[in-house]
């Protein structure tokens, strides 16, 4: 592989995505890639750069970047975050909105809706203790293909034997063959868009509750601290950000404090309301 080649496209990915593509991951370009150039005919990855890098190699362009992406989810990941937002950070949110103000929750780089879906069935679950609140969940990824699988909410087997309680598997699911269909009450309480965390995402609004997990990890410091600039400018000062297990705000920004005692679980810092979560929480 042409080391000129692995560098363009690194750069590419970066600059489009945030992502870094260290020289140790060659062996990615080539298991992710190979199956599009063939289909394409084109045999080496200057080649494909080529091709990407004229004004009629867009789609090309965006599908590299997609492949490149790792989509890895599942239900309920680590736990902890969701225990959180059930027990504490949806409860309080709810008692600090005024009646009929809806609650607005995104799980920003959604992947196949498996994040923003389990938050949507917590709020389910919830329905005692939030009344007729509204809560809208929104998904937002850079990749076309999981934001489809998202809508669509049809998961295989394997996908929900990871995490999903069989409580919830039996109440919200339906068997079709060897798959799971998601009943429309779930499914209606999350909307999904196309949303690059590196774009201007003010048109999505402002949300209570961000879950921002397991795409950090894949940026440089720099891409960091400007995704989370942006995070920041959508949330209210007494909002809370949830990020991956290996994801930190510590040495990145200072526009997030972390929730004493709550591993991954951040609140903005500066506006009113802030510095007071554990106790409120
Ligand atoms: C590993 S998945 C994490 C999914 C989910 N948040 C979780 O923790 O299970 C990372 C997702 O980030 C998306 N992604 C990567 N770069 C992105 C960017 N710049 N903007 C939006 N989404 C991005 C990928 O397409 C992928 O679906």
């Not at 190699?57 to 997609?66: K, P, Y």
């Not at 498996?114 to 809208?136: C, F, H, P, T």
């Not at 063959?177 to 609004?205: K, P, V, Y």
């Not at 400018?233 to 290996?246: E, I, K, S, T």
Request: charged share 25%.
């Amino acid at each position: 592989m042409s080391q000129v080649a692995f560098s363009a496209l690194a750069s590419l990915l970066h600059t489009r995505s945030g992502l870094v593509l260290g020289p140790d991951k060659m062996y990615l370009v080539e298991t992710r890639l190979g199956p599009l150039m063939k289909r394409e005919k084109i045999t080496d990855l200057g080649g494909l750069v080529s091709r990407i890098s004229t004004a009629a190699g867009e789609v090309l362009a965006r599908e590299v970047v997609e492949l490149m992406t790792t989509n890895e989810t599942f239900f309920f990941r680590d736990g902890k975050p969701f225990e959180h937002f059930k027990t504490a950070a949806i409860k309080r949110i709810h008692a600090a909105r005024p009646p009929g103000q809806p609650i607005r929750v995104w799980s920003a780089a959604c992947s196949t809706g498996q994040e923003a879906y389990s938050l949507a069935m917590i709020v389910a679950e919830a329905k005692a203790v939030l009344g007729d609140r509204k809560v809208e969940i929104v998904g937002t990824d850079l990749s076309r293909e999981v934001l489809a699988k998202a809508r669509e909410g049809v998961y295989s087997q394997f996908e929900v034997q990871r995490g999903l309680p069989i409580q919830l598997l039996m109440k919200y699911f339906k068997q079709e063959g060897q798959n799971w269909r998601l009943s429309d009450t779930i499914r209606n309480m999350a909307s999904f868009r196309e949303g690059n965390l590196l774009g201007d995402l003010r048109a999505l609004g402002r949300f209570d509750i961000v879950f921002c997990r397991n795409v950090l990890i894949y940026f440089d410091q720099a891409t960091k601290g400007r995704v989370l600039a942006t995070i920041a400018g959508q949330m209210p000062a007494d909002g809370v950000l949830y990020l991956g297990g290996a994801e930190t705000v510590l040495g990145i920004t200072d526009r997030f404090a972390a929730i004493s005692g709550e591993r991954g679980v951040y609140e903005p810092v500066g506006g009113a309301g802030s510095g007071a979560r554990t106790a409120a929480a």
